[in-house]
C-alpha cells in the first residue's frame, strides 16, 4: 500500500522560501505521476504543480509560474515543492498526491481526477 509523508511546513512571511517534501512510501519503482494541490478551509483544492515519471514533464498553475520548482528523486522515492517569493496567497494546505503511471502516461500531471494517493497533507501559514 503506497503511502505519502510530506515534510517542511511551517510559518513564513512574505517573500520568504520554503521547501516541501514528500516521499513515497511502498512504491517499487519511481512510474508515479506527482502532483502538489493546496486547499484554504472552505475552498476547493487547487493545483499547484505537477511532475512526471520521468521529470521530463513539469507544469505549474499560472499563479506559481517563475516561484516554483518541483522536483523528484526516483533512487529515493521522493519529490520536493520549491516555492519562493511567498505571498500571503500561498498560505493554504499543501497536498502531495501521487498516481502510479503505465508508460507512455498521457494524462496531465494536472488532472486532479487523476490522483489516488495523497498524504495528510502540511500547513504553510503565513505570519504578520
Known amino acids: 500500500q503506497m503511502q505519502l509523508v510530506e515534510s517542511g511546513g511551517g510559518l513564513v512571511q512574505a517573500g520568504d522560501s520554503l521547501r516541501l517534501s514528500c516521499a513515497v512510501v511502498g512504491h517499487r519503482n519511481s512510474d508515479y505521476a506527482m502532483g502538489w494541490f493546496r486547499q484554504a478551509p472552505g475552498k476547493e483544492r487547487e493545483f499547484v504543480g505537477g511532475?512526471?515519471?520521468?521529470?521530463?514533464?513539469?507544469k505549474y498553475a499560472d499563479d506559481m509560474k517563475g516561484r516554483c520548482t518541483i522536483s523528484r528523486d526516483n533512487t529515493n522515492n521522493t519529490g520536493t515543492l520549491q516555492m519562493n517569493s511567498l505571498k500571503p496567497g500561498d498560505t493554504d494546505h499543501y497536498y502531495c498526491e501521487v498516481e502510479p503511471i503505465q508508460r507512455p502516461d498521457k494524462v496531465g500531471v494536472e488532472a486532479a481526477w487523476r490522483y489516488g494517493y495523497w498524504g495528510q497533507g502540511i500547513q504553510v501559514t503565513g505570519s504578520s
Open positions: 511532475i512526471g515519471w520521468s521529470a521530463g514533464t513539469q
